[in-house]
C-alpha cells in the first residue's frame, strides 16, 4: 500500500474499533484529499491538479489530526480516566493544531512542489505528457555485462525521474537484451499505473512472431497494456516485412489498440527519405513517431527533412538522440569554446535541449540518462522552453562546423550492431577508443581495451552494417582501428 495512504488507514482501523461514529466524514474526507495527494506527484504549477495537490496536501493532514483527536478523545471519554469531558478546551486545542499544519504544510510540500515547477508538460490526445522522457536504452549496467542492469542504480534513476515530473518511459524489446524491459517493469511496479506513460516497440530483425513479443513484453514490463507500441528502427531493411500483407503486424496492432492494449500505435525510423515516404504513403494513420534529431543530424542526417515530411502527414515528433550518443554534451574545445564564448554559464547539453525546443512540432525528448545526477540536470533544462535567438542559433551552426571536422565515426553508441557480429566484437567501445584517439591524440584507449576482441578479428563479414542507424560502414573502420597503431 502506498505510504500516504497507510497512516489515514491505520487511523480509520483504531476508530472504527473504537466505535466512533462522529469520524466518519473525516475519515473519508481523509481518503480522498489523500488519494489526490499519492497521485499528484510532477504536476505543473498552476494547473487544476496542482490546485488539488497543494490543497490535498493540507487538507489531508488537517483532517488526518482531526480524526486522530476526536478518536482520542472518544477513547478517554468512553474509557473513563476523565469523567467530564470539556468540549470547549478539546475544540480549542484541535483548531489550533489545525492552524498549525496549515502553516507546516507549505513546508512539508516545498520539496514536491520545487518538483513540480520543473517538468514542461505538453498535450498529447487530452493528456499531460512531460516534454522529456527517459530512454532506457542506458541504463548502467553490472560490470562486463552489459545486458545486465544494475537493479540499485537503475531504481534511483527511475525514482529520480518520476520526482523530477518525467512521466514518459521508452524501453524496446532488444534493449539490453530484453533486461530493459524487464528492469522497467520492476522499477515501475511500485508507482500507480496510471502515473507514467510506457513505450516499448518490436523490432522484426529481433524476432518474427509479433503475437508472442506482445505477450511477453507485457509479461516483462508488468502491464496490460502499452499507452504507446511502436514498429522499431524502420529503414531499408526493415521495411518490407513491417509492410507485408501476410504477416500484417499493423493488423495485429490495430487490433490490439481496440481491444485497449495498446493506447497509441507509432513507430521509429533511422529510414533514408525515400524510405520514409514510401511507408507514410502505405499507412499514415500513425499517432506518432520516434526520429533521430539534433543539431549535427539536422543536415548530417538529413533530420531536417524527415521532420518535415512527418510535420506534412500530421504526426507529432518524439526525438531519440538528442545528444547523439553524448557526443553534443561535451564536443570538443574548440566547438565548446565557440558556445561557451556566446552563454558562459549555460552547459553544452543546453543548446541542444534549446534547439529542439524550438520545434513547434517536437513533442516530447527522450534521453537514455545512466545517472540520477544527469537526469537532475537535463529535467532542469525541460522547466521552461527558451528556444535559440537567432543570434545564438548562428553560433551553434559556427560550432556544429567546427565539431563536425574533427567528430570522427559518428557511432552512437546504440549497441545494435553487437549482437549481429560472429566475431563478438565490442564495435561501439572499439570505435570509441578511436575516436578519443583522433579527437585528443591520446592513444591509452585503444591500447587498452582490454575488454573486447581487437578490431584486427573482424571476419569482414558485413553482418553489422544492415543494423547500424547511422550508416557508418563498421567494415572499413575496423581495418582502419586494426591498422591503427
Ligand atoms: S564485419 Fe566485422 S564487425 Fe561487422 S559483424 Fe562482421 S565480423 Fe563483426
Ligand atoms: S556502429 Fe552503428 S549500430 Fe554499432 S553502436 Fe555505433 S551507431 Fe550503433
Partial sequence: MNTSLMIPAITTAISIGLGCRTCCSPIISTFLSTYVVSH?????????????????????????????????????SESGYIGSFNLRFFSQAAMSAIGAVMVICPLYSRDRIKEAEIMQYKMFKGQSISTLGLGGLRFPSKKNNTDSIDREKGQKIVDEAISCGINYFDTAHSYQNGDS????????????????????????????????TFEEQLKRCRTDYFDFYLFHCLDEGTIDAYTDKELDYLGFLLKQKKAGRIRNIGFSSHASLETLERFLDWYDGFDMALIQLNYLDWTLLEAKRQYEILTEHGIPVWVMEPMKGGRLSTLNEKAAAILKAEKPEDSLSSWGFRFLQGLLNVHTVLSGMSEPRQVIENAALFDKQIPLTEREMKALQRAAVVFMGTMGVPCSGCRYCCSTCPSGLDIPLLIKGYNERNISGS???????????????????????????????????????????
Fill in 443 to 485: 592513444t591509452w584507449k585503444i591500447g587498452n581495451l582490454s575488454e573486447t576482441k581487437s578490431a584486427s578479428e573482424c571476419l569482414a563479414c558485413g553482418a553489422c552494417l544492415k543494423r547500424c542507424p547511422q550508416k557508418i560502414n563498421i567494415l572499413e573502420v575496423m581495418k582502419k582501428i586494426s591498422h591503427t597503431k
Fill in 40 to 76: 499528484s506527484n510532477g504536476v505543473k504549477k498552476g494547473s487544476l491538479s496542482f490546485a488539488s495537490f497543494f490543497f490535498g496536501k493540507m487538507v489531508s493532514v488537517s483532517l488526518l489530526c482531526m480524526v486522530s483527536a476526536l478518536t482520542a478523545r472518544q477513547f478517554i
Fill in 181 to 212: 524491459e524487464r528492469f522497467l517493469g520492476e522499477a515501475l511496479s511500485k508507482y500507480p499505473r496510471d502515473r507514467y506513460y510506457l513505450a516499448t516497440k518490436f523490432y522484426v530483425a529481433y524476432s518474427r512472431n509479433i503475437e508472442k
